[in-house]
Antibody, heavy 116, light 108 residues
C-alpha cells in the first residue's frame, strides 16, 4: 500500500524557517518524481514544487522561488521542503504528492502557520 | 501560465441526479488534464487522469471528457458520499502545474 506521511509542520514567526519531511513507503520511491502542493485555509490547491527522480531537476512556483528548496533522499525514501523567509501568506496545509499522470497519491498533509 | 476556470462554483443536486462540472483552459492542454475530489479535512484524491481515464478504484459513475481547452467531469448518478469539492489540474505546459479554483458539489 502506497503511503506518504508528512511531518515537520507547526507555528513559525514571519521571516523564520521550517523543514517539512515526507516519508514514503509501499512503492519504489526512486522511480517517481515528487511534488509539494499546498492549500491555504478555506482556499484551493496550489502547486509549490517538483523534483525529478534523481533529484537533479527542481521547479518552483513563483510565489516560493528563492525561498523554498525541495530535495529528496532516495536511500531514505524521503522528500523534503526547506522553507526560509516565511511569510503570512505561506500559512497552509502542505501535501506531498507522487507525480504520475497527475498527482496519483497524496499524504494526509501537515499544517504550517506563519504568525507573530 | 495556463489558467483553468471551473464552473459552476457550486452545484446543488439530489441523490441520483447527474452532475456536470466544467473546466476551461486559457490555452490548449491537449488531453493532459486531471480531476480530483476533496472532502472536508481530507487530502485530494485523483479521480481522472489524461482527461478521460479513471484512476484505480474510482467508481464507474465518474467519467471525464474533452480535449484542448474544454473539459467535463460527469457524475452519472450522485451518491451522498460524492459531496465534495472537485478540482481540475493541467500538466501540458509547466512549470507551473496549475489547478482550477474548484467546484463544490452539494447533495440535497
Amino acid at each position: 500500500e502506497v503511503q506518504l506521511l508528512e511531518s515537520g509542520g507547526g507555528l513559525v514567526q514571519p521571516g523564520g524557517s521550517l523543514r517539512l519531511s515526507c516519508a514514503a513507503s509501499g512503492f519504489s520511491f526512486n522511480n517517481y518524481p515528487m511534488n509539494w502542493v499546498r492549500q491555504a485555509p478555506g482556499k484551493g490547491l496550489e502547486w509549490v514544487s517538483y523534483i525529478n527522480t534523481a533529484g537533479t531537476a527542481m521547479y518552483y512556483a513563483d510565489s516560493v522561488k528563492g525561498r523554498f528548496t525541495i530535495s529528496r533522499d532516495n536511500a531514505m525514501n524521503s522528500l523534503y521542503l526547506q522553507m526560509d523567509s516565511l511569510r503570512d501568506e505561506d500559512t497552509a496545509v502542505y501535501y506531498c504528492a507522487r507525480h504520475e499522470s497527475g498527482f496519483d497519491f497524496w499524504g494526509q498533509g501537515v499544517l504550517v502557520t506563519v504568525s507573530s | 501560465e495556463i489558467v483553468l476556470t471551473q464552473s459552476p462554483a457550486t452545484l446543488s443536486l439530489s441523490p441520483g441526479e447527474r452532475a456536470t462540472l466544467s473546466c476551461r483552459a486559457s490555452h490548449s492542454v491537449s488531453s493532459y488534464l486531471a480531476w480530483y475530489q476533496q472532502k472536508p479535512g481530507q487530502a485530494p484524491r485523483l479521480l481522472i487522469y489524461d482527461a478521460s481515464n479513471r484512476a484505480t478504484g474510482i467508481p464507474a459513475r465518474f467519467s471525464g471528457s474533452g480535449s484542448g481547452t474544454d473539459f467535463t467531469l460527469t457524475i452519472s448518478s450522485l451518491e451522498p458520499e460524492d459531496s465534495a469539492v472537485y478540482y481540475c489540474q493541467q500538466r501540458r505546459s509547466w512549470p507551473p502545474l496549475t489547478f482550477g479554483g474548484g467546484t463544490k458539489v452539494e447533495i440535497k
